[in-house]
């Protein structure tokens, strides 16, 4: 019997979770935390934006056209099927343009998304939090299609880049997430530069409501309680696998760039990533979260109600890997039983 499962057996339920509080505080206080947010983070104990396993529900009387719709739900209805992502993989050509099943999707998320204005309170002390440590540029990856992180920063007053610059129609330029603000002050020394601000950096990795792309004007954000232009392509994936080549496009390409940088590339890439409310279910960012766990500086703190055993066999097993959900925890490979609160986006946004 190995020295984990004596240490294991030895170590009560309370015992686990004390030392599982204490692990993740330690991990929140390292340098260079990035973090990664996914459904789970907008849910909102059901007041927010619906989870993906709900979506279809939500959306499909959303979708005008009958026909599409119904051979969505064929799909869905098949056995084996897992969801809207294969249902749609199943619809999916294969060809270089999107089919109409797709586009119908986004569109339908959209309307269902624009009207919806969940409470900030959570995320805006998520993003305050966020801001006032002392590491500049905390960036936060983002799954989601909601603006709930854009619209609690402008609540809460916090700066923000999420690449776009403008204001009706904001336009996509990369290069803002290597802008810096500063302030030249007089000193005993002479004219001093003094970096006065320190904006969170939010990457939409599958777009965003608002975001669309014009032939005439390139990539553009509108607001979010708005629709897009006519004539112009909304710039949100669907859940499904045509996700891992559409990010080989603008302003997915730019986005990916920085997140698999920030995981490994970067001359001075995360140590930590904190991923919350994400059941890593999408292969294409599993792979790039997979690929830095070959560092030995770098561990994933996985938060979220529950993971299916596929996920859980493939996460807890590894050596720097912190799994918290409602009924099985893991620290560094060595499982105990869940914990009631600590997977919340609610409770962490109190304690990162």
Known sequence: MNRAVRRKERMSTMEFRTLLESKVAEQFQSQRVGYLLGAGSSCLNGNGYPLAFELWDKIKDYISDAAKRDEIQAKLDLPGTKGLEHALDLLDG?????????????????DLF??????????VQFVRRL???SVP???????????????????????????FAGHEHAYFDAATFEERIFRIRGTHRG???????????LLKL??????????????????????????????????????????????????????????????NPLHRLAC????????????????????????????????????????SAKNNVIIVTEDRCAIKSEVGAGHP????????????
Not at 139 to 146: A, I, R, S, T
Not at 298 to 314: M, Q, Y
């Open 94 to 110: 294969g060809g270089p343009a999107e089919g109409d099943h797709r586009h119908l999707v986004a569109k339908a998320i959209a």
């Open 114 to 123: 624009l009207p919806l204005a969940p409470p900030l309170d959570d995320h």
């Open 131 to 133: 801001a006032a440590k």
């Open 137 to 163: 540029h905390v960036k936060v990856f983002n799954l989601n299609y909601d603006p709930l992180i854009e619209r609690a920063a402008e609540h809460g007053k916090v700066r923000l880049y999420d690449g």
């Open 191 to 201: 004219r001093q530069p003094d970096e006065t601000a320190m904006p969170l950096h």
């Open 206 to 267: 599958h777009g965003s409501v608002g975001w669309y792309y014009c032939d005439s004007n390139g990539v553009r954000r509108c607001g979010f309680g708005i629709q897009i232009p006519e004539h112009t392509k909304r710039l949100m994936i669907p859940p499904q696998r045509r996700k891992a080549d559409d990010t080989m496009t603008q302003p997915y390409q730019a986005l990916w760039s920085a997140f698999r940088g920030a995981l490994g590339q970067d001359q």
């Open 276 to 315: 919350i409310g994400y059941g890593f279910a999408d292969e294409h960012v599993n792979t790039v979260i997979e690929s830095a766990l070959a560092r030995t500086d770098f561990t994933v703190l996985i938060f979220t109600k529950v993971l299916s055993d596929e996920a859980w066999n493939r996460w």
């Open 341 to 352: 609160d600590l997977w919340k986006f609610e409770h962490l946004s109190q304690r990162i």
